[in-house]
């Protein structure tokens, strides 16, 4: 169905691996329009997301300079759109998404990591903004979740100087959650999936609703939005058979309902 997406799902545990590997999988239009039809049709029995890259080398390298190089102004923010639309889908899905990191990160790779809920890495992986080398800026909202994750001096340097940190660097501030051994990567994501697959579905995605709305309210607004979705938590048969398993001691058969 799709020229560069390459995809298998187990356990309602969906793996979406971009396969460009010539280009070290670099995003171009078309890559990027793949992925947001494989977003808007995503499975609804599908419990996890997982995006990694093909290859040991490259999550993805960044966004396709071959492409860019002759657009003009127009052209230019209609891609960047395109690109920022696509990983804003990716944000806001109703479901937790997992970025396994198998190499370079940089550019767009690093923005599409960014839109992901939770980061993790290869002992290879390179994180980057370079794009000021280049004569742009970073155009998929790197500017924006980049300041959010690591703060606004960090973030300022790494764009600023177009640096590339390591997976320890990237551990060490906060933009990743672990580093693995590259042959582990991959098991690591999916152990991690499995635990999020044991606990009440609607539960998580009104908790990634929740730190989503949350991301730019004042902290009153931000506080009455949790207490709001909270309340609608008891609303689900899965509250009462969470509740319930707890205190008969068993576990817990969510439903999703």
Known sequence: MYNFLKVSTENAVCTLTISAPKSLNALNSNILKELGDFIDHIDESIRVLIITGDGEKSFV?????????????EEGE???RLGAQVFRKIEVLGIPVIAAVNGFALGGGCELAMACDIRICSENAKFGQPE???????????TYRLAKLVGMGYAKEMIYTGKAIRADEALRIGLVNAVYPQAELLGAANKMAAK???MAPIAIKYAKE??????????????????????????????KEGMTAFLTKREAQFKNN
């Open 132 to 142: 000021v080398g280049l004569g742009i800026i970073p155009g998929f909202s790197g």
């Open 61 to 73: 390298a960044g966004a396709d300079i071959s492409e860019m190089q002759n657009l003009n102004a």
């Open 78 to 80: 209609t891609f960047g």
């Open 210 to 239: 929740c730190i989503n709305a949350e991301y730019d309210l004042a902290a009153d607004d931000a506080i009455a939005y949790e207490n709001k979705v909270f309340g609608k938590c008891f609303a689900t048969n899965d509250q």
């Open 196 to 198: 999020i697959c044991a």
